[in-house]
Nanobody
Framework: QVQLVESGGGSVRPGGSLRLSCAAS????????MTWVRQAPGKELERVAT????????RYADSVKGRFSTSRDNAKNILYLQMSNLKPEDTAVYYC???????????????RSQGTQVTVSS
């Protein structure tokens, strides 16, 4: 069964950086695009970044473009999200989730993992 475990969250000041990791198991990780989503208190789930199975054509939400970067290591079955110049509005629980296809334009599954909390505050 699909298992995704996020790590790397924490509390940082505005302008700080964090790198999130997502360890994947239970499926052929290298065959699927992967997505990071986040949910802030009282808000809907927001797609943050998607990367294709081969790391091509990463797509980002306008709110994080130029500040966040996603990558993957298919040999280790790990997905990453490098976050820089963090803002208070980035505060949320971050989840990784598997897409339904190989392309970064494919739909993603609803997250079922625990996620990792990111808090940006002065």
């Amino acid at each position: 069964q699909v298992q995704l475990v996020e790590s790397g969250g924490g509390s940082v000041r505005p302008g700080g950086s964090l790198r999130l990791s997502c360890a994947a198991s239970g499926f052929a990780f290298s065959n699927y695009a992967m997505t990071w989503v986040r949910q802030a208190p009282g808000k809907e789930l927001e797609r943050v970044a998607t990367i294709s199975k081969s790391s091509g054509n990463p797509r980002y939400a306008d709110s994080v473009k130029g500040r966040f970067s996603t990558s993957r290591d298919n040999a280790k079955n790990i997905l990453y999200l490098q976050m820089s110049n963090l803002k208070p509005e980035d505060t949320a629980v971050y989840y990784c989730t598997k897409n339904l296809g190989t392309s970064s334009f494919s739909d993603y599954e609803s997250p079922r993992s625990q996620g990792t909390q990111v808090t940006v505050s002065s």
